[in-house]
């Protein structure tokens, strides 16, 4: 699609604010004359395979401390406003989206996009980007769904995503923490982002609001997980916060991809809500993870990384600007996408964790109170920090496995997985990536051919055929046996040496479980706090 086909929807950006004349607009660009426009302002370089290579500028990550909620008649009583939903009054809202109006309208050019999200046609929500940068609305490109060409002469945005990474807005008259700012208005169907260019914002805005509307609105449980499906139509689900495997384990070449990280669960089945991927590029290669590895070409855009000196060659080690080095490119980058991205009800769901301490079984069968138990804590622990001398493990818990972006209580998130884990009688399988023998620095990290073997053993019904022991602390079933794993891994305890540290060490996690939960607990079952560890 290009300039020079597409008539530009200038009656709408007029009625938003945008005073088309001011600016030379790009509507609906392609890949291509995005890459080309950012080469042209000298804002990124192509790498040896032809990715674009931009910096984000100050903001490498998310700033969840400068997300805001508008709280309004809509929001009030329904958003659990906390650390991650903090509220903001509506002229605060009406300020910043004239200041970024403003600013959009003395800009040279402006990118605009019309996109949409949800792969399930009965929730697509169409979704208008305006950018003041070609790469930031090559993410957009990337990362949503992409209309055809005759659906633009009749498309209607739902909401309006206005960026303007460029600005930096007065925290006193704005009424925010500092200069940057990510808000969302339910009622105004907008999100502004300014003062950050971090592409990422633009992705978890509309992930966050999904999260509202979906189940809020239309009774869809909006997951934070990848999903596949296998060649026999069997779908699967997995959950997992950063370093847990996520993506690694999804990517099966027997198994097509549906999505690697945001989903929603309807009477039907699952669906994407994206059109892409935004992967993480720390340490890749092509062993490691050849889809990834493979993505990085013409369209991709990478972020934050440095090339090896004196080449454009990408050096996925280096992590001098961030660890959170990314990439996004579209679904159809993977060979094995499946298209449209949606399945069917889910047989086997995946919760990841990385348990840094070695308490966790390395694979086990949940109940559906310890599913919503687990569910809602969102917990690994990893080492703590790259500094000298840091080794012990850090505990990490994040509701629903994704509490940034979770506008309502995780007991409704959960609830509604509890509600569907009964209805279809789904097997919840807890699985630990982590350690075993013993904790970070004394135990080893578990082989990743086992933990294949054992995600295979679960999608080919052959863990059902097990028997089942009980962990005496956390309460989930283990399998006594597995193929393809020796069993002598399979109880976390049988694999230390020091038997009384091993339970002093689950006695301890039981305790952070527990304390985690409090704050919880008023909204939720009581045969899920009745899944809590016990110490």
């Given at each position: 699609m290009s300039l020079t086909t597409i008539?530009?929807?200038?009656?709408?950006?007029?009625?938003?604010?945008l005073h088309s004349t001011n600016n030379l607009l790009h509507y609906q660009?392609?890949?291509?004359?995005?890459?080309?426009?950012?080469?042209?302002?000298?804002?990124?370089?192509l790498n040896n395979t032809g990715a674009l290579v931009v910096k984000t500028g100050e903001f490498t990550g998310r700033s969840p401390?400068?997300?805001?909620?508008?709280?309004?008649?809509?929001?009030?009583?329904?958003?659990?406003?906390?650390?991650?939903?903090i509220p903001l009054d509506e002229k605060y809202f009406h300020c910043i989206r004239k200041k970024i109006l403003d600013h959009l309208n003395v800009q040279p050019e402006l990118w605009v996009r019309d996109s949409y999200a949800c792969a399930e046609p009965r929730y697509r929500l169409n979704i208008r980007v305006i950018n003041d940068n070609p790469w930031s609305n090559l993410f957009a490109y990337n990362m949503f769904l992409r209309p055809e060409e005759e659906e633009l002469d009749h498309f209607t945005p739902d909401w309006h995503i206005l960026a303007a990474p460029s600005l930096k807005l007065d925290p006193m008259e704005c009424g925010v923490r500092q200069h940057n700012a990510a808000v969302i208005s339910f009622k105004h169907r907008t999100i502004l982002i300014a003062g950050s260019g971090y592409t990422g914002e633009i992705k978890k805005g509309i992930f966050s609001i999904l999260n509202y509307i979906l189940p809020h609105d239309k009774g869809v449980l909006s997951m934070h997980c990848s999903a596949n499906i296998g060649r026999d139509g069997d779908?699967?689900?997995?959950?997992?916060?950063?370093?847990?495997?996520?993506?690694t384990l999804s990517a099966d070449p027997d198994r097509k991809l549906i999505g690697d990280?945001?989903?929603?669960?309807?009477?039907?089945?699952?669906?994407?809500?994206?059109?892409g991927c935004y992967a993480k590029c720390i340490d890749l290669s092509a062993e490691k993870e050849p889809a990834i590895f493979a993505a990085i070409r013409n369209g991709a855009l990478v972020e934050n990384t440095n090339f090896y000196p004196g080449t454009l060659e990408i050096d996925y080690t280096n992590k001098s600007i961030t660890e959170n080095t990314r990439v996004s490119y579209p679904l159809h980058y993977i060979c094995n996408a499946k298209e449209p991205a949606t399945g069917g009800i889910p047989e086997n769901i995946f919760f990841l964790t990385c348990d840094a301490y070695g308490v966790l079984p390395p694979v086990s069968k949940l109940t559906p109170a310890q599913a919503m138990y687990q569910f809602i804590s969102g917990y690994t622990a990893k080492v703590a920090?790259?500094?000298?001398?840091?080794?012990?493990?850090?505990?990490?818990?994040?509701?629903?496995?994704?509490?940034?972006?979770?506008?309502l209580h995780p007991g409704f998130y959960a609830g509604m997985l509890g509600e569907k884990l009964k209805k279809h009688n789904a097997n919840v399988w807890l699985i630990n990536t982590g350690w075993t023998?013993?904790?970070?620095?004394?135990?080893?990290r578990m082989k990743l051919s086992y933990t294949r073997a054992m995600i295979s053993a679960a999608l080919n019904g052959q863990l059902n055929q097990a028997a089942f022991e009980t962990h005496?602390?956390?309460?989930?079933?283990?399998?006594?046996?597995?193929?393809?794993?020796?069993?002598?891994?399979?109880?976390?305890?049988?694999?230390?040496?020091?038997?009384?540290?091993?339970?002093?060490?689950?006695?301890?996690?039981?305790?952070?479980?527990?304390?985690?939960?409090?704050?919880?607990?008023?909204?939720?079952?009581?045969?899920v706090l009745a899944a809590a560890p016990k110490i």
């Open positions: 008539a530009i929807p200038t009656k709408g950006l007029e009625e938003l604010g660009l392609s890949a291509d004359e995005l890459v080309q426009d950012t080469l042209r302002l000298h804002q990124g370089e401390k400068d997300k805001f909620i508008v709280i309004d008649e809509i929001t009030e009583n329904s958003v659990h406003w906390n650390d991650f939903n779908t699967a689900l997995f959950f997992g916060l950063s370093g847990t495997g996520k993506t990280d945001e989903h929603g669960w309807t009477d039907q089945g699952v669906f994407n809500f994206e059109g920090g790259t500094e000298a001398g840091v080794t012990e493990p850090k505990s990490t818990f994040s509701a629903c496995f994704g509490a940034p972006f979770l506008p023998g013993g904790s970070y620095g004394t135990g080893s005496p602390v956390f309460g989930m079933a283990m399998p006594t046996s597995c193929p393809g794993v020796p069993s002598t891994v399979l109880n976390p305890r049988n694999t230390w040496a020091d038997k009384e540290a091993y339970d002093k060490t689950a006695g301890s996690l039981a305790k952070q479980f527990i304390t985690n939960f409090e704050k919880y607990a008023s909204g939720v079952a009581p045969e």
